[in-house]
């Protein structure tokens, strides 16, 4: 399966962006998907998550009650809702597909990742 984010771009602080995630290939509507992002100079990290069925989501708390993120599995594709945009959310993001139905968070269990799309948030 191969998955393309798109979405990112430059914003103000306070500002929201929305990020999309597609599939092709083959679809991953039985899958987990999870956003990760990785800043200059430091390592990727987790930023959310949601089950095959979008039954179950995870955040990490840096970003819990500013981000959603939802799927829609008819057009194949995730998206990550950001509000309340800090500078420190400025990074490539990424999206990935689990190995399995679940919204896991360890980068080890998604096999399959997409190329990023960078969000800047200006102070």
């Known amino acids: 399966v191969q998955l393309q984010a798109s979405g990112g771009g430059l914003v103000q602080a306070g500002g929201s962006q929305k990020l999309s995630c597609v599939a092709s290939g083959r679809t991953f509507s039985n899958n987990g998907v999870g956003w990760f992002r990785q800043a200059p100079g430091k390592e990727r990290e987790f930023v959310a998550a949601?089950?095959?069925?979008?039954?179950?989501?995870a955040y990490a708390d840096s970003v819990r009650g500013r981000f959603t993120i939802s799927r829609d599995n008819a057009r194949n594709t995730v998206y990550l809702q950001m509000n309340s945009l800090k500078p420190e959310d400025s990074a490539v993001y990424y999206c990935?597909?689990?190995?399995?139905?679940?919204?896991?968070?360890?980068?080890?269990?998604?096999?399959?990742w997409g190329r990023g799309t960078q969000v800047t948030v200006s102070s």
């Open positions: 990935a597909s689990h190995r399995s139905a679940i919204a896991g968070s360890r980068p080890t269990d998604f096999p399959y």
């Open positions: 949601i089950a095959w069925n979008g039954g179950h989501k």
